[in-house]
């Protein structure tokens, strides 16, 4: 017959008790072999997604990420650099994925892609984190899309008006003023915080962005995060990670939210890079299956929630301005819309580089009146009349009075050029932006 813990001798019973309640999992292991970019490791006992820390010849802890599993056997791909790393390094599992601070605080920040201060300014003060895999509303917890938000930009308010909650793509090449348009929006807008990804950027051009495009007002209500080009490409990945994390925070206590992440290409790029790493075929122009997995689940995290909003823009650099290339055609599939920026344009100076034909807000509709419809629609009908006569006007060859719609169109044509050009430093409200317009046909 089998006596109960409690009729045991004390001793007995004292260690049968930690028996009980000892938990069985292997929390730490070595390192067996590094391959590239991965690590592999017998055991630790961990999951997908969480933090293991692998200690190098020296002391510390490198951070590195699980993610996958081979042959019984832990794949890692680290946050930093692998110096000191060999073969049967102590690796710990941290049970739980990366997590970033957040609150009120951040605001005026500049963070690393793995959410750390990289501003000089200290410690950020906040008592609450949040993982960075962050969760996506259901379908039915989002309230509708049903005003605007202006950005500032007369060329978008005008012609492509965003809702609070949109998610848009902005496609261009190298070269044509994504960041400078960019920088515009952050500093106009009518949203309460801005929150900035800049993902695969040159280190050049980061501090550049801050202080020429963006600016001291626009960094003062913007929180932004940096992961560069040279980072470990988990790093640029959990940097747009980070950053929707933080717009996700601000958005559930009720803010309308900017968020701008420049850009999507290079986030396909570095995930391209951990698949290629854990052994993925490559698929459609070498991209991973993976990348076309991860874009869905990251986009639709932002958008319109239970209270606030997050109003996206994600930038996507075409490759030979094919606006038609994998990774431009995933993304206009999943967003709400597209603003081209055109080669052509800002050869001509033409700033915003928007090419008004091309782009499409597909929420413009809900959150503008039947006035500011029609006379988006009128300016769009004027510019495509001069588009299709532009050759013949430009050698001489078209004959005044041929076509009642292309003598409209080259009649309006300096005043729409004037609507849509404006300079870095010059904001325009969404009312002043209607009335703008409203002149455009107004004007003799």
Do not use: W
Not at 138 to 144: A, I, S, V
Not at 191 to 201: F, R, S
Not at 397 to 414: F, K, M, Q, V, W
């Amino acid at each position: 017959m089998m006596r109960t813990t409690d009729e045991l001798s004390p001793r007995v019973a004292h260690y049968l008790r930690h028996l009980e309640n000892a938990n069985d999992t292997i929390h730490s292991g070595r390192v067996s072999q590094i391959v590239g970019l991965t690590i592999e490791s017998i055991g630790p006992t961990t999951n997908i997604g969480d933090l293991c820390l692998i200690k190098p010849r020296g002391g510390g802890g490198i951070p590195a990420e699980v993610v996958g599993f081979r042959d019984q056997k832990v794949l890692l791909m680290p946050l930093s650099d692998l110096t000191g790393i060999g073969p049967g390094s102590l690796v710990t599992a941290t049970g739980s994925p990366l997590t970033v601070p957040v609150g009120e605080a951040l605001l005026g920040r500049i963070l690393d892609g793995l959410g750390q201060p990289i501003d000089n300014k200290g410690y950020i003060n906040a008592t609450k984190h949040l993982s960075v895999q962050g969760s996506i509303p259901g379908p039915l917890d989002r309230q509708r899309i049903k005003t605007h938000l202006s950005v500032g930009v007369r060329a978008i308010d005008g012609l492509l008006t965003c809702g609070r909650g949109q998610r848009i793509g902005v496609f261009a090449g190298s070269g044509v003023g994504k960041s400078t348009l960019l920088g515009m929006m952050a500093r106009n807008t009518e949203a309460d915080v801005n929150v900035i990804a800049l993902i695969g950027e040159r280190g050049r051009e980061v501090r550049e962005f801050l202080e020429r495009d963006l600016g001291p007002e626009g960094l003062a209500r913007s929180v932004v995060v940096v992961a560069t080009s040279d980072q470990p490409a988990l790093v640029r990945i959990k940097g747009a990670m980070v950053a929707t994390t933080i717009a996700e925070f601000f958005r559930d206590t009720g803010r309308d939210v900017l968020f701008v992440m420049d850009s999507v290409t290079r986030l396909a790029l570095a995930q391209r890079e951990v698949g290629l790493a854990i052994g993925e075929p490559p698929a459609t122009r070498g991209y991973t299956p993976s990348v076309f997995a991860i874009l869905p689940r990251l986009l639709e995290r932002t958008g319109p929630g239970r209270k606030g909003t997050i109003t996206a823009f994600y930038t996507v650099l075409v490759e030979g301005d094919d606006m038609n290339e994998p990774i431009a055609d995933a993304v206009r599939g999943i967003l709400d819309g597209h603003i081209v920026l055109n080669r052509s344009l800002a050869e001509k100076n033409h700033y915003p580089a928007i090419d008004v034909l091309a782009s499409i807000s597909r929420l413009m509709v809900e959150v503008t009146s039947k006035e500011h419809q029609g006379l988006a629609a009128q300016l769009r009908a004027n510019l495509a009349a001069y588009a299709e006569a532009e050759d013949l006007i430009n050698i001489g060859a078209y004959a005044h009075g041929s076509n009642p719609a292309i003598d409209e169109a080259i009649r309006l044509h300096p005043s729409i050029k004037a609507f849509l050009q404006q300079g870095v430093n010059e904001p325009s409200s969404f009312e002043d932006t209607l009335a703008r317009l409203q002149a455009v046909f107004s004007e003799v």
